[in-house]
């Protein structure tokens, strides 16, 4: 019975590298904002169709993560092994972050845009 704990013990050390890999899914990068008061045309458009492809790069790491986490949850019951709570806590805690970043990322662009639509009524 000892030995049957320790390769049980061994089996889930070994195996607990495999759910801290994240790097299937990589987390985008939220464009710089822009002075929308002071911006030209192009610079607005171009912080519009970096905002649209944040978005977008956004959603797809969202459900990266959720197929990641799902594929470990997978790989755990096939093995037998209990999967670590942790693990999801991670996977949570990666998505809120890059929610935030949206939400942040779009707050910017909307204040921008305000911003250069009283430039354009005053100027």
């Known amino acids: 019975m ?5 390769a ?9 590298p495999a759910f801290a890999d994240d790097a299937a899914c990589t ?3 939220p464009p710089v904002a822009i002075d929308g008061a002071t ?3 192009d610079q607005m458009k171009t912080m519009h169709d970096d905002v649209v492809n944040f978005i977008k790069q956004s959603d797809d790491y969202q459900n990266c993560v959720v197929a990641d986490l799902d ?3 997978a790989k755990a019951h096939k093995m037998k092994i209990e999967f670590d709570p942790y693990v999801a806590k991670q996977a949570e805690a990666a998505i809120a972050e890059n929610q935030r970043q949206k ?6 662009f909307n204040a921008a ?3 250069y639509k009283n430039q354009r009524i005053k100027g």
Request: overall charge positive.
């Open 2 to 6: 000892k030995r049957f704990g320790y």
């Open 39 to 41: 911006a030209t045309d």
């Open 27 to 29: 987390a985008p990068i």
């Open 103 to 108: 939400e942040k990322v779009g707050g910017e």
């Open 8 to 16: 049980v013990a061994f089996l889930a050390v070994s195996f607990a």
């Open 113 to 115: 845009v305000q911003a």
């Open 71 to 73: 594929a470990k949850k």
